[in-house]
Structures are given as structure tokens and as C-alpha cells.
């Protein structure tokens, strides 16, 4: 059974920086991508940032420029540095596996991220 491990949330203050950590069960090339999700009280979980198995990342746009997706194999675990961090980032942010060509997702608890003013 997959396993995804989130940790490194917390409440930071607007403009501060986070480094959020993901460790999955298994190698992290044995899934097609990695990525983080995000979902706000109130709102739909919406994709953040993701890495496929090559090394291709891509972002939303409204953190573009501000966070960072990255994978450390020797540690085999995926990171997501965010930087210059808004209220408006307050969530609920989700590790996701990518596993087969439907694909089939796989889901982390979650770790609470709260930006305050």
C-alpha cells in the first residue's frame, strides 16, 4: 500500500517562508510524477506544483516565481519550498503519488500551512 508522509507545516507570518517535506513509501521513481495540492477552508483542492518521474515541473500560476518543487533522491523525498508566503496560501497542502496512465492518485494526510497577517 502507498504511504505518503507529509511534514514542515505551521503558522508564519505574511512574507515568510515554509519548507514543506514529503517521503513516500517506495522509491520515488516507482511513480510517474509527485506533486502538492492545496485546499483551502471553504474551496476545492487544487493542484500546486508537480514533478514528473524525468524531472519536468510545472506550477499554478498564482505561485509561480514564489515556490519550488524539488526531490532529493538520496533522502527520497520531494520538498516544496515556498517563499514570499500570503494569507490567500492558507491550506490544507497535500502530498500526491502518480502511479499507471489513468493515472491512479494516491494521497497524503495532509499538513496544515497558515499564513497570518
Known amino acids: 500500500q502507498v504511504q505518503l508522509v507529509e511534514s514542515g507545516g505551521g503558522l508564519v507570518q505574511d512574507g515568510g517562508s515554509l519548507n514543506l517535506s514529503c517521503v513516500p513509501s517506495?522509491?520515488?521513481?516507482?511513480?510517474?510524477?509527485m506533486a502538492w495540492y492545496r485546499q483551502a477552508p471553504g474551496k476545492q483542492r487544487e493542484l500546486v506544483t508537480i514533478?514528473?518521474?524525468?524531472?519536468?515541473?510545472s506550477y499554478a500560476d498564482s505561485v509561480k516565481g514564489r515556490f519550488t518543487i524539488s526531490r532529493d533522491i538520496a533522502r527520497n523525498t520531494v520538498y516544496l519550498q515556498m517563499n514570499s508566503l500570503k494569507p490567500e496560501d492558507t491550506a490544507v497542502y497535500y502530498c500526491?503519488?502518480?502511479?499507471?496512465?489513468?493515472?491512479?492518485?494516491?494521497w497524503g494526510k495532509g499538513t496544515l500551512v497558515t499564513v497570518s497577517l
Open positions: 500526491n503519488a502518480k502511479i499507471g496512465h489513468g493515472p491512479i492518485d494516491y
Open positions: 517506495g522509491s520515488i521513481f516507482s511513480y510517474n510524477a
Open positions: 514533478i514528473t518521474n524525468g524531472g519536468t515541473t
